[in-house]
């Protein structure tokens, strides 16, 4: 996996270029192997003399996070074991030394805690024949609330977790999944917390990985972004090198039986 300061700081820096200069929505980067040239080395060059440390903003935590699973796409209906198996994961995970280890970065009034799996749906219906972007997205979630009594009501804690179905990429920040990110997090006016992840259908999204494993392990990048940082850039982040997962991008360890992405640690002062 990656593991150079330089390496990490290029993926910190591609999220930022993504998303915008004034925009801190952060980003699952695609994996570059170790050996091939980054072409974003120059860029990230000034980052990377920056050593990670995360500072808080004052922004909301997500304390005990809520997780729904949404399966969006009529595929997904050839995919039901590995829906079993990401389900299957948050139920373990939002319990695990994982989510233990995010208690560093708990505040006065926001103790971050064990969280939990209320729910799950698979939405049929299409997402897109090819692509779909991120305000289609926003727009589902908001309709699918409204309307869908399947759907919990958004709490400070309800982290909605969209899986699109495979062979659809996602459009946000005017690039594609699987051509510049394999996921991100983000929130609609402060009050819906989302994820979005595409399926990962491509090496730079599964890195060497096979396909549970991939998607275990980014969705864990952005469960604990979100945790810790849940209105982008108002949590815990570091303007150099992005949230706690950015530091760490591609670097994973077994957590149970699942694969899992490390995070920065303010305290190790390492990724763990």
Not at 123 to 133: D, F, G
Not at 233 to 254: L, P
Request: overall charge negative.
């Amino acid at each position: 996996m990656t593991t150079t300061s330089q390496t990490q700081a290029a993926a910190a820096q591609t999220s930022r270029v993504i998303a915008g200069s004034t925009d801190h929505i952060k980003i699952v980067p695609l994996y570059v192997p170790g050996g091939e040239t980054n072409p974003l080395e120059e860029l990230a060059a000034s980052a990377a003399a920056a050593p990670p440390h995360l500072v808080f903003n004052n922004g909301p935590l997500l304390t005990s996070v809520e997780v729904f699973t949404i399966f969006w796409g009529a595929r997904w209906q050839q995919q039901q074991p590995l829906m079993q198996t990401v389900n299957a994961f948050f139920d373990f995970i939002l319990t695990s030394p994982l989510i233990d280890q995010l208690g560093e970065y708990s505040v006065p009034n926001q103790k971050i805690g064990h969280g939990k799996r209320v729910g799950s749906i698979m939405l049929p219906k299409p997402a897109a024949h090819i692509s779909v972007t991120d305000a289609g997205i926003r727009h589902l979630l908001q309709q699918e609330i409204s309307t869908n009594a399947q759907f919990p009501q958004p709490t400070p804690n309800t982290l909605y977790f969209v899986y699109v179905e495979p062979g659809v990429r996602v459009i946000q920040g005017g690039s594609s999944s699987c051509q510049a990110f394999c996921g991100y997090h983000d929130h609609i006016a402060g009050q819906v917390f989302y994820a979005v992840m595409p399926y990962p259908g491509c090496a730079g999204c599964t890195g060497g990985l096979a396909v549970p494993a991939a998607l275990t392990s980014t969705s864990s990048h952005e469960l604990c972004e979100a945790i810790t940082d849940a209105i982008p850039g108002q949590g815990w982040y570091d303007q150099a090198n992005g949230e706690i997962g950015d530091i760490c991008a591609w670097k994973t360890k077994q957590v149970g039986q699942y694969t899992v992405q490390l995070e920065w640690s303010n305290k190790q002062n390492n990724c763990i």
